[in-house]
DNA sequence: AATCTATATTCCGCAAGCGGTATATGGTGA
DNA sequence: TCACCATATACCGCTTGCGGAATATAGATT
């Protein structure tokens, strides 16, 4: 992959925010949503960005698309996110991403959630 | 720094070259131009990009404009950086520029270049 | 079949970015 | 002062990206 490739794609705080939390595991599109606190559509069309460039993958589970980072990675990639994750760690917002998502992964985990 | 603001620096193939040089060591617009191989219009534009947005800082010498990266880079500049350095030894463009930098700064270390 | 839920897509208007042409600036040297 | 060199800026047209409103799709449920 184009190393000019990946960062379009993490040119967006968006995708940022999407990316930084899918480095947690994968998550579904509506846990994304609330998780963000932006609309469907806007959080739908990042994603679709980012699946289109190869940055996730996404799996069907009945109603729900469950994105995900893709299991190989470029050096590149793989690269980018442990600097993405790194970085992460200094911004609010993505703390609070993450604060955010561990509450939701707490409160899933005996509820037979597919994510 | 806010992390999407590197990002956004970093998304641009041109952008790429010159900051992946400027890791090197100061050097002024005209042998960037050369190294690159692109229009004086294209190179000072990009070039001004980086200025604004803080990822390079200038000296005048003479005629001559010096770019350089900043002394003090923040956490996620340094980090994106040091990023950009391994990543971009996989990329034929890198290299290459690489190469002809190398080349340039043999033939300048005994002419009394300001760069 | 009709409906519901989750997600994607289309269309729109707007702003930003990019590359090029032409021109301006600012320091240097005759 | 005048010409010259290195660099920057203004303007233009084009493309891309972004966000939102509305609509479409596709699986699930009744």
């Known amino acids: 992959m184009e190393l000019v490739r990946i960062y379009e ?3 967006d ?5 999407l990316l930084h939390l899918l480095l947690q595991g ?21 994603l679709a960005y980012l699946r289109t460039r190869g940055l ?6 009945g109603n729900r698309i469950i994105y995900a980072l893709p299991a190989k ?6 690269a980018n996110l442990a600097c993405l994750q790194d970085c992460a760690a200094e911004e609010a917002v993505f703390r609070r ?5 561990a509450a939701l992964q ?8 597919p994510c």
Chains 1, 2 share one sequence.
């Open 9 to 11: 794609c993490l040119c």
């Open 13 to 17: 705080r968006t995708r940022l925010r």
């Open 26 to 46: 994968p998550l579904c599109v509506c846990h994304l949503q609330g998780l963000l606190d932006e609309p469907q559509v806007k959080i739908s069309k990042h």
């Open 56 to 61: 996730v993958t996404t799996t069907r589970d």
């Open 73 to 78: 990675r470029s050096p590149e990639l793989a």
């Open 97 to 101: 991403d993450a604060r955010r998502l």
């Open 106 to 113: 707490a409160r899933l985990r005996d509820s037979g959630c």
